[in-house]
């Protein structure tokens, strides 16, 4: 058996098709989306997704601004520029890039964010009314997920789901998604005793943990899907070739950019499993997408309505 090899890009342009078309829709009745992205010092790898966020709005037809702020800026003054961002009517979602510097307290940023323009699902009421099983902004990784199985009508209802991370950002909301659809979800960790066995009795896998390749075959129930959300830049020639052999297009990565991205999960897993998401090009390609759509929702929720 040979998994399916999830083609996270063609979903995430379906999406970001259907988030246009609704944008237009919306612009002609006067609503045009807004969300501002708060960007604070020289993280280039942040700069970079946020340079992504706002190709895609624009792609969209979504008005977005960017408030790149020096890293030297105070948590006092930080608060106030959310203020500001919560007071203005034509801003429907507020997004804080992390991380954030040394010095600034990202959940006392985080919360100072209006609940109506969290399209990043991290508000502490935002992830209360998900936890309760109530309408929420939900953070857009677990969303793409549910978006994935959903395409490849993965059965849910009923199914054993193991997630393996439990960070808020995606663990911890995906294994809550899985449960409101009526999977019977267990939720793991690095603490977990005897993880290869437990994660074997998974009809649905989540890998979240942030440590490349370790989930390999031992981890798997034959037919399995497998959803990989894991991104580790890997640098080491050996592993590399171990994990993709002589791979053409890995090893040349390496010599483009001195590293190539690789999941949580081994390669060899896609023996077992009957669906898997590839890194790059599984999730990731869902998360902006998602994004939004989440910001589309406020949107309509603040200015139209719900309508």
């Known amino acids: 058996m040979s998994a399916t090899i999830v083609n996270g890009a063609e979903i995430g342009k379906r999406i970001r098709a259907e988030v246009a078309a609704e944008a237009a829709a919306m612009a002609e009745r006067g609503v045009v989306p807004g969300l501002a992205v708060i960007l604070v010092g020289e993280d280039r790898a942040s700069s970079t997704y946020v340079r992504s966020k706002r190709r895609a709005c624009r792609k969209a037809g979504i008005h977005s601004e ?34 954030l510097p040394d010095g600034i307290d990202e959940q006392e940023i985080l919360e100072a964010i209006d609940p109506a323009k969290d399209v990043d699902g991290f508000h502490p009421i935002n992830f209360g009314r998900l936890a309760t099983g109530q309408d929420s902004f939900v953070p857009a990784t677990p969303l793409g997920i549910m978006e994935i199985l959903r395409t490849h009508d993965v059965p849910i209802e009923g199914a054993r789901a193991v997630v393996i991370g439990r960070s808020n950002i995606v ?3 995906v294994a809550l998604l899985l449960l409101h659809s009526h999977a019977t979800v267990t939720l793991c960790h690095s603490r977990t005793r005897d993880l290869p066995l437990v994660a074997r009795e998974a009809d ?4 979240a943990t942030g440590r490349a390749a370790i989930v390999t075959p031992e981890f798997v129930k034959q037919g399995a ?40 999960v081994h390669p060899a897993v896609a023996e077992a499993a009957s669906l898997l ?31």
């Open 66 to 99: 960017l408030q790149h702020l020096p890293d030297s800026i105070s948590q006092d003054e930080l608060l106030q520029r959310v203020g500001e961002l919560n007071r203005r009517d034509e801003i429907d979602g507020i997004l804080v890039q992390l991380p």
């Open 171 to 173: 663990g911890k909301p």
């Open 204 to 207: 649905i896998l989540v890998a």
């Open 225 to 264: 899907a497998v959803i990989d959300v894991g991104m580790n830049a890997i640098d080491d020639e050996g592993l590399i070739r171990e994990l993709f052999g002589e791979n053409p297009d890995r090893l040349a990565d390496l010599d483009k950019k001195g590293y190539t991205l690789t999941g949580d």
């Open 277 to 307: 998401t590839p890194v790059p090009g599984g999730v990731g390609p869902l998360t902006i997408a998602m994004l939004l759509k989440n910001c589309l929702r406020a949107a309509r929720l603040r200015r139209m309505g719900g309508a």
